[in-house]
């Protein structure tokens, strides 16, 4: 497959987990990759350009990068993401603005710099990482959860901005995926090996999503056999959503 040849794709959070499998992906499948990142270790084919979603001026100049080398860009991959443990009272303010300041206005500010580039494109398309946290009602992740809400929400107001001007705009939503983030949070626990059987026996069905798994979500709705798909947010989490599970 080579539907992304000659087009650019940029990948926000591209250097971990669902991010650097999406870019390989988009790569594979013939895109110009580019990962934005804080850490910028991605190797060939990728290329890493060093950007703080949370820093204006970063992303500013990231995506002119981007434009000013490859010429052009016509995919944006909203991944950047960070979480946060905790019942609502959990966490004070700074928490909370640390928290949307990635996980919403990150978007924001990576739309903005992209938007005047992705209306030059004839295959324009955002795709943003939701989360199963907007709908299922997780416990002790109320931060983190409302972040996502907004995320999903974000992404039908901004499928209806752009739909006029060929941008779609589209969001997945994955359940507990098996990345260096969900890794870091099972060696936190006293027994690591127990809470990962724990975690996939609480996923219906029986593990964790794979990093590959969303990759290929976000490929098809950053693609053209997605052309007339545009305000959807795909779940990618083994059913919880479409079954309306509920984790314990
Ligand atoms: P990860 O920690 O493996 O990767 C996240 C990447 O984002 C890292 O490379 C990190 O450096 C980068 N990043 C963080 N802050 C940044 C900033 N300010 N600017 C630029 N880059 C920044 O996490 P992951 O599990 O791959 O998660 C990726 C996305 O998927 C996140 O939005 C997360 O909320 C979402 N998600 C993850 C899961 C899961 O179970 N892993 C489930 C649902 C949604």
């Known amino acids: 497959m080579s539907e992304f040849e000659g087009l650019v794709a940029v990948v926000t959070g591209g250097a971990s987990g669902i991010g650097l499998a999406t870019a390989r992906l988009l790569a594979a499948r013939g895109a110009v990759a580019v990962a934005f990142d804080v850490d910028t270790g991605v190797g060939p084919p990728l290329h890493g350009v060093r950007c703080d979603v949370t820093d204006d001026a970063s992303v500013r100049a990231a995506v002119d990068a981007v434009v000013e080398r490859f010429g052009r860009l016509d995919v944006l991959v909203n991944n950047a993401g960070i979480g946060a443990q905790g019942d609502v009272a959990a966490n004070g303010d700074d928490e909370w603005r640390r928290v949307l300041d990635v996980n ?3 978007i924001a500010r990576v739309s903005r710099a992209a938007l ?11 795709v943003n ?4 946290a907007a709908w299922a009602g997780l416990p002790r992740r109320a931060v983190y959860s409302a972040s996502k809400g907004a995320v999903h929400a974000l992404t039908l107001a901004m499928a209806a901005d752009h739909v006029r001007e060929g ?15 969900v890794g870091r949070l099972l060696d936190a626990a006293p027994d690591p090996a127990a809470e990962r059987a724990a975690l996939e026996a609480r ?6 999503v794979t990093a590959d798994e969303v990759a290929g979500a976000v490929a098809y709705l950053a693609g053209p056999l997605s052309g007339s798909t545009t305000g959807t947010v795909l779940a990618v989490d083994g059913g919880m959503h479409g079954l309306r599970l509920r984790p314990a």
């Open 203 to 208: 996923q219906p069905h029986g593990r964790l």
């Open 104 to 106: 919403v206005l990150g």
């Open 116 to 126: 005047p580039h992705l209306r030059r494109s004839p295959a324009a398309a955002i």
């Open 167 to 181: 941008i779609r705009v589209n969001a997945v939503a994955p359940g507990t995926a098996d990345t260096p983030w």
């Open 129 to 132: 990482t939701g989360s199963i």
